[in-house]
């Protein structure tokens, strides 16, 4: 890793810009901006307590990504959650609770973390978390949902708390979309937006990216058919396979650096919306930001894992908290080796690597899940 390459600078950094983009993707929305002036100074109060936890050798991330249920409704092609079992059909058993996942949010208020990426299964089959996040207006919450469970009640409750930020995932257009996620979904998500719109709601949308929709999705006739519809997030997320038979649609270096140069021009030609890709640039931070570098992942029974992509875990934030689970042997482990760092193909280096992080779990076989 780059000895003189700060990571509480580049997040820090990350978070401000994030933020800053939002309050200039909101100006024309009264209290979203409102509310994103708010975070603003929330968000530099929770980037100072990370900055002084780091003077005490505590490294404190900006972000958590929380999968509040193991439940889908949908069965996606090539889902990852899926294939390794973290999403399931049958109703879950002894995962967290609304109570429970506020002290999570609460901790991680108190902790100085700035966003919680709900995801699930689908986020939008337990209201009662979904509700819970709404109290904690200092922290913003991406709801990363497949868009077929809004409705009126989930229309009220973003409109009352702000901080909720549903983001649908769509694949391109409704041809695409549909051949992933189902028939009618492409429609269903169309209709979520213009209900959103005209109710002046902010919300974005994820976009797994292949080797098959990179061109099409990052099109000006994509974004701009987004942004006609008051989008104002837009969140690339690299696909992972997690079979042989769909490896040839993960994006390598080729189109990794495609679309490192279309986020440019996309973040220039249009000011008034937001464009996140994940992982991202991962050479421009030091690495992979897992494990608690710039984030980690809580599963829907509490085990934290280094990201969903990740999913093995030695600690568990019921009986521990976040603050152990950050400084946990594994996490710890991964931080200071040089696995985050090391090169891989695209998608995600601790899945394409898992069998690294299994002997550093020290376990044989898939991996344990903490629960």
């Known amino acids: 890793m780059d000895e003189n390459f700060d990571l509480q600078a580049y997040m820090t950094g990350g978070v401000e810009r994030v933020v800053t983009d939002a ?20 968000s530099r109060a929770a980037s100072r307590k990370r900055a002084a936890a780091e003077k005490n050798g505590e490294h404190i991330p900006p972000f958590l990504i929380a999968s509040i249920t193991s439940k889908c409704n949908l069965h996606c092609a090539g889902c990852y959650s899926r294939c390794n079992h973290a999403t399931v059909d049958a109703e879950p058993v002894a995962q967290l609770t609304s109570e429970e996942w506020l002290r999570i949010f609460s901790e991680a208020d108190e902790m100085g973390i700035s966003f919680i990426l709900l995801a699930g299964g689908e986020p939008m089959l337990r209201r009662d978390i979904i509700e819970a996040a709404g109290k904690r207006q200092n922290i913003l919450f991406p709801i990363f949902t497949n868009g077929t469970f809004i409705d009126d009640r989930y229309l009220d409750l973003f409109d009352r708390c702000r901080n909720l930020m549903p983001i649908m995932s769509i694949e391109g257009n409704r041809e695409v979309t549909d051949a992933r996620r189902g028939e009618g979904i492409y429609d269903c998500l169309i209709a979520n937006m213009d209900a959103f719109q005209k109710r002046g709601l902010m919300f974005g949308a994820s976009v797994t990216v292949t080797t098959e929709n990179l061109k099409e999705v990052s099109s000006d006739s994509f974004i701009g058919s987004l942004l006609h519809r008051g989008c104002k997030v837009v969140i690339y997320v690299e696909f992972v396979p997690v079979t042989e038979e769909s490896r040839e649609l ?89 696995l985050l760092v090391d090169d891989h193909k695209g998608g995600c280096v601790l899945y394409e690597k898992r069998d690294q992080v299994e002997a550093l779990l020290g376990c044989s076989g898939k991996g344990e899940h903490v629960s």
């Open 23 to 42: 309050i200039r993707a909101t100006l024309k929305n009264p209290r979203e901006s409102t509310f994103m002036l708010r975070f603003a100074t929330a």
């Open 250 to 338: 993960a994006p390598e270096e080729a189109e990794r650096e495609y679309l490192a140069a279309e986020m440019e021009r996309l973040r220039k030609t249009y000011p008034e919306m937001v464009f996140i890709s994940f992982p991202g640039d991962e050479k421009s931070s030091g690495g992979c930001l897992a494990a608690g570098r710039g984030f980690f992942h809580i599963n829907s029974h509490g085990g934290a894992e280094p990201c969903p992509f990740s999913p093995y875990s030695d600690v568990n934030v019921r009986e521990q908290g976040l603050r152990k689970a950050i400084s946990s042997r594994l996490f710890t482990a991964l931080r200071s080796g040089d």
